[in-house]
C-alpha cells in the first residue's frame, strides 16, 4: 500500500502556498497585552505587603491590580478560543470581526471583573 505523498514543511500560522492562517494577529496581540499586563502587574505589586485579604488597598487599586493580573494570566488562555471565533465570524460576516473579537475579550476579562468584586466584599 503506498503511502500519500507528505507536505513540505511550513512556518508556524502559515498554509501550504504561503497563505497565512487567519487569527495568527490575534494571537499575537493577545500575546502581548499579557505580556504588558505581567509587566504592569510586577510593577504594582513589588512594594505590596504578602498579607492576606486586599492587601491593603481600596475597592478601586484592588480591583485594577486584580483585572491587570487576571489579563496577564489568562489572556494567553483565551487566545485559541478568540482566534476560532475570528474564524467564524469572519465566515458570516467579516464586517466588524476584529470589533467582536476585542468584545469576547473584554466580556471575558469583565467575568474575571466581576469575580473580582466578590473577592473584595
Not at 500519500?4 to 512556518?11: G, K, Q
Not at 500575546?31 to 505589586?45: I, S
Request: charged letters at 10%; proline letters at 7%.
Amino acid at each position: 500500500m503506498a503511502s500519500a505523498p507528505s507536505l513540505p514543511p511550513t512556518r508556524a500560522g502559515a498554509q501550504p502556498g504561503g497563505a497565512r492562517l487567519p487569527g495568527v494577529g490575534v494571537r499575537v496581540a493577545l500575546l502581548l497585552a499579557a505580556a504588558l499586563a505581567w509587566t504592569l502587574t510586577v510593577q504594582r505589586t513589588a512594594d505590596m505587603d504578602p498579607g492576606p485579604g486586599t492587601m491593603g488597598l481600596g475597592f478601586a487599586g484592588f480591583l485594577g491590580v486584580w483585572v491587570t493580573m487576571m489579563a496577564a494570566m489568562m489572556l494567553p488562555a483565551v487566545a485559541p478560543v478568540a482566534t476560532m471565533y475570528l474564524r467564524g465570524v469572519r465566515r458570516t460576516a467579516a464586517a466588524g470581526a476584529s470589533l467582536r473579537v476585542a468584545g469576547l475579550v473584554a466580556g471575558y476579562l469583565a467575568a474575571w471583573a466581576a469575580f473580582g468584586v466578590a473577592a473584595y466584599v
